[in-house]
């Protein structure tokens, strides 16, 4: 009650933000006269004025209202379009770091231009992030335009760019992208060998356009870098001959829906595993012995890809692959694959190339990466359903900002009929009587198979229609720019089509262009979209009269957001319109989570065949659905953040670590240091404190002396030595190791040692951390199990991690000692330069990786997965024909028969 009377009096907190903003208002467009008379030198020559002004103290702040006018003024010149007063408001919700909700049609590309035109002044560089490559090539291209007429240079970042044309897009006052290739850069960059390499400079500012889509929906998944493993994928075949057997029996499983899981029941787990013997892949013991853990990995993802997933509406084949359908947009992800062979299972099922399993080489969240940007803001149309997880993940207030004509659209209560047959007979009714009158249509669908089936049933009554899905990705701007025309009908899968505006009439522009072959432009061109206007501004007219854009929903989404941003299509800038939306009992959302007593009580109400139910109450149930739903999303978010959060310290640590590595012109100090700690951690597992010198393991120490530091020193006779104690052969050790590693150094020479140092320090420190990420990767997996012993997984995660961690460290001082101490490089011999690490295709989260050799021209155990081309070359102590002088050779380390291959895979098999 009381907040209640507070909001009435006081307002709420978004009406109190907007009142300050307002309040600066008045002094931006009193600036717009004196500014308007400015020629377009003076104009620009405003940019160099205030660098000059920041450069001597002042804030940002105290430039903007004059910095926004003049932006205004010259989109003015150049776009042809003035910013409206709550444009101006957008503008320094965006500059001072928060999020700007606006409906959908008002503009929020060119109220980004104030934000951006303003920090960019800085010389820190802007990042504008958006959903995909062709709003971030069209918004670089158009926006350009008005910043290169203030002096400001803009570039963009799409998939295909190599690296110095990547680095030049970086280095401009204005970067737009997208929040794939943004983050994979990231990750890129801490691969490199030379800081010359990096593309990526220092974190400034970021806008996030539709921040709801990347940093909630997309934030499920992290963006992964990976290499193929060494796993077999003829087992994902061979499993999956057997589970299309064995699931044409439903008493085989138990699927849940709701918590998207499938696991054999008892009867199941018995026929499988008799399936599986005759297939003569069970070969000894139960299913669930030890020794069958991989099968049994192999048949869990096979059974979920023939139960949990569906053709057509989470994922699709073509051209021979298995694509997965992007479940908010709709959009065809070419190029991304689910992890922990769930996609090898998918390819198995529909039997096309089965392609190999990949390692993590490098990875990260959404919420890690654009946390580390310190000022970040974002727009989107809907973010209040997400404002909590905005605060608490991102510490990101959304502020929603007025339109600047009041919303006309008409929004009817939900239709809820029996079954899905009945609502798709009365959808396709409604389409066909909003195409009589003239009045456009978009109808929005959650999958493929649902729009194929409404276009089935639209041609059965002869009703010209538009599908706009992952299969007709690449006309989605063309459909939907004339998806206003009158009389026109497009099916739209989950909203794909987003960020192209539907306006009443058509696009004029659009509609000129596709008669002309090529880039249009002269007379002829000028006077074709002369007449496409005013063809336009008549079927506005028209389409006006007959009510403006009806939206028509063919389901309920899980988010009330996708709801939301369906809706928002209709009643851009005041125009009419109107949306309602149809559901059956049939429904996902209605089945998995609605009232279970629903479908008896409609038939106590005596609901007829064809007959729907109208209420608000309906309405109301159905949000509380979907605010479950929402709910459950954000704790998976919440929770994947949790464990990400204990491996981001890790990443940022050896990131920093890394970067010191390459900016330092001399690693000798480090190096030394890593030796003197691996010779101590050698004596202090020999000679235990307080052990008596018969308890000394000094012929184990003797033996790990000659491997690890390449010196046959009679250690185990100095146990006799009177007075010896683990200080004494410590400080001898020691002395050893440097002096046979002075000599090593004096016959390669000084800077070429130097070189060998930091080259193969980076080399060795990537090797150890693809490592750590595979541990961590195995560790993630299995820790929720830990629940079962009453111990909270979360803290059981961050305790191992760290203990895998130091591990990590204590690996990376072994190997980086046991290298240097061996390797051998011919005097004559020229030392390569560095080479950076080559990803295939870094445009979604699992790219390949090319092979390639090791950038010092000597080979380092399974470096980035990458195919060794020479063999490390030792000291003369191991000798390659003598498995008796190897000693203990790691398993993932080259072989030391020189042939190239791990030693697990030559003479350390088996």
């Known amino acids: 009650m009381f907040a209640r009377l507070a909001r009435a009096i006081l307002g709420t907190s978004n009406d109190r933000a907007l009142k300050r903003y307002q309040a600066r208002v008045p002094a931006i467009n009193a600036l717009e006269p004196r500014i308007a008379a400015l020629d377009d030198a003076a104009l620009r020559g405003k940019t160099d004025e205030f660098k000059a002004r920041l450069a001597r103290g002042e804030a940002l702040d105290d430039l903007l209202p004059e910095a926004f006018a003049v932006c205004r003024e010259a989109s003015k010149r150049v776009l042809g379009m003035r910013h409206f007063d709550v444009q101006l408001i957008g503008g320094m919700v965006l500059h001072d770091g928060r999020i700007a909700e606006m409906k959908t049609g008002e503009g929020k590309t060119l109220v980004a231009t104030l934000a951006v035109y303003l920090n960019a002044l800085t010389g820190k560089g802007v990042h504008v992030v958006t959903v995909n490559d062709y709003l971030a090539t069209r918004d670089s291209q158009e926006m350009g335009r008005l910043y290169g007429f203030l002096g400001l240079s803009t570039g963009v970042i799409v998939y295909g760019l190599n690296d110095d044309e990547r680095r030049a897009a970086y280095h401009c006052d204005i970067t737009y992208g997208t929040n794939n290739e943004f983050g994979f850069d990231y990750l890129r960059d801490n691969m490199k060998y030379r800081l010359e390499d990096m593309v990526q400079r220092d974190f400034s500012y970021a806008i996030v356009d539709e921040v709801d889509s990347i940093l909630v929906d997309e934030a499920r998944t992290p963006l992964i870098i990976s290499g193929p493993s060494d796993e077999s994928s003829d087992l994902y075949v061979q499993v999956n001959a057997v589970v299309r057997e064995v699931v044409r029996d439903k008493e085989t499983f138990e699927k849940d829906e709701k918590m998207r899981t499938a696991v054999l029941t008892e009867a199941g787990t018995e026929v499988i595993a008799q399936a599986l013997a005759a297939a003569g892949l069970l070969t000894e013991g139960d299913l669930y012995d030890s020794q069958n853990v991989t099968l049994v990995h192999h048949v869990n993802q096979s059974l979920r890809a023939h139960v949990l997933f569906t053709r057509d509406v989470d994922y699709m084949v073509r051209q021979g692959k298995v694509v997965i359908i992007d479940e908010f ?74 339109t600047n004509v009041p919303v006309a659209r008409i929004d009817a209560d939900d239709e809820v009929y029996r079954s899905a047959a009945e609502k798709y007979e009365a959808v396709a009714n409604l389409i066909a009587e909003c195409r009589e009158r003239g009045q456009p249509a978009l109808v929005g669908t ?90 336009v501004e008549a079927a506005a007219a028209q389409v006006k009269q007959a009510g403006g854009l009806a939206v028509i929903g063919t389901e309920r989404h899980e988010s009330r957001r996708i709801d939301n941003q369906l809706r928002g299509r209709s009643g851009r800038q005041g125009d009419p319109g109107a949306s309602r939306f149809f559901l059956s009992l049939e429904d996902d959302l209605m089945r998995i989570f609605g009232s279970d007593r629903m479908g008896g009580m409609l038939q106590k109400l005596g609901l007829k065949e064809g007959e729907a139910i109208i209420h608000p109450w309906i309405n109301r149930a159905l949000e509380k659905a979907q605010k479950k739903v929402e709910a459950r999303n954000f704790d998976t978010r919440k929770n ?110 000084p800077e070429r040692m130097r070189e060998v140092e930091k080259s193969l320090l980076l080399m060795v420190f990537d090797k150890v951390w693809k490592d750590h990420l595979l541990s961590l990767d195995h560790l993630r997996q299995g820790i929720g199990l830990r629940a079962y012993g009453q111990r909270d997984p979360l803290n059981e995660y961050k305790s191992e991690a760290f203990s895998l961690f130091n591990g990590m460290l204590a690996d990376l001082r072994l190997d980086v000692t046991r290298w240097l101490m061996h390797v051998d490089l011919a005097p004559e011999a020229p030392l390569p330069s560095p080479e950076p690490i080559r990803v295939l295709d870094a445009r979604h989260p699992e790219p390949g990786m090319e092979d390639g050799a090791g950038p010092v021209g000597f080979a380092v155990s399974d470096y980035g997965n990458a195919a060794t081309e020479a063999a490390p070359r030792v000291s003369p102590e191991v000798d390659p024909n003598d498995p008796a002088t190897w000693g203990a050779t790691p398993r993932n380390a080259p072989c030391p028969c020189g042939s190239g291959k791990k030693y697990k895979h030559c003479h350390g098999r088996g």
Not at 670 to 688: N, S, Y
Request: without cysteine; proline residues 4%; negative net charge.
């Open 640 to 749: 994947l953040l949790k464990y990400d959060d204990v491996m981001n310290d890790q990443r940022k640590e050896v990131y920093a670590q890394r970067k010191f590595f390459m900016q330092a012109g001399d690693v000798s100090e480090t190096v030394a240091e890593m030796r003197r700690e691996v010779v101590a951690d050698m004596v202090a597992r020999a000679i235990p404190e307080n052990a008596y010198p018969e308890q000394w393991d000094l012929a184990g120490l003797q033996e790990q002396v000659l491997l690890v530091l390449g010196l046959d020193l009679p250690v185990a006779d100095w146990a006799r030595e009177e007075g010896i104690d683990e200080t004494a052969v410590r400080e001898r050790l020691q002395e050893a190791a440097d002096q046979a590693f002075a000599a090593r150094a004096a016959n390669m020479g």
């Open 446 to 535: 959650t999958s493929i198979e649902k729009s194929e089936l409404l276009s089935s049933l639209l041609n059965k009554k002869g009703v010209p229609h538009k599908v706009l899905n992952a299969r007709y990705h690449e006309q989605e701007a063309a459909i939907i720019a004339q998806a206003g025309r009158p009389g026109a009908v497009t099916i739209a899968t989950n909203m794909a089509g987003r960020g192209t505006d539907i306006k009443l009439g058509g696009n004029a522009e659009m509609l000129a262009r596709a008669s002309f072959a090529g880039e249009p432009e002269g007379p002829e061109f000028e006077a074709r979209m002369a007449e496409m206007r005013r063809e």
């Open 329 to 402: 947009t709709g959009r065809a992800m070419e190029g991304r694959r689910y992890s922990d062979g769930l996609h090898q299972a998918l390819e198995a099922k529909e039997e096309v190339a089965v392609q190999p399993e990949n390692q993590t080489l490098a990875s990260i969240t959404f919420q890690n990466y654009f946390r580390l940007f310190p000022k970040l803001a974002g727009m989107t149309g809907t973010a209040a359903t997400e404002a909590d997880e905005f605060a608490e993940i991102y510490k990101l207030e959304v502020v929603a900002i007025p």
